[in-house]
């Protein structure tokens, strides 16, 4: 039986993820791991529509400031591969 495999590891739980947030670099695979009293999902919402806005209008600027960003990977070229406990598989 084949397990199911995936390109990322979360930061926070350190479960094997195929899409979630990235923050300063760190992949997180949910809004339990990624939100807090800090950063809050309100924030990130209210951020995002803001570069959307900004976009809309043709300034992509917003853009290259983002350290914190929801994303999908595949395992294409990814170095390293996961099962769902975040456990380093071989290919």
Known sequence: MSQKLYPRKCYACGKGMNEGYVY????LCSDE????ET???ARFEAEWE???KE???GNDAPF???EFYWTEWDDQGSECIYNAKG???ER
């Open 87 to 89: 456990e380093e598989v």
């Open 39 to 41: 950063y809050t999902k």
């Open 55 to 57: 976009s809309d209008k």
């Open 24 to 27: 300063y670099g760190d992949a």
């Open 50 to 52: 803001y570069i959307n």
């Open 33 to 36: 791991c990624a939100f807090g």
């Open 64 to 66: 290259d400031n983002m």
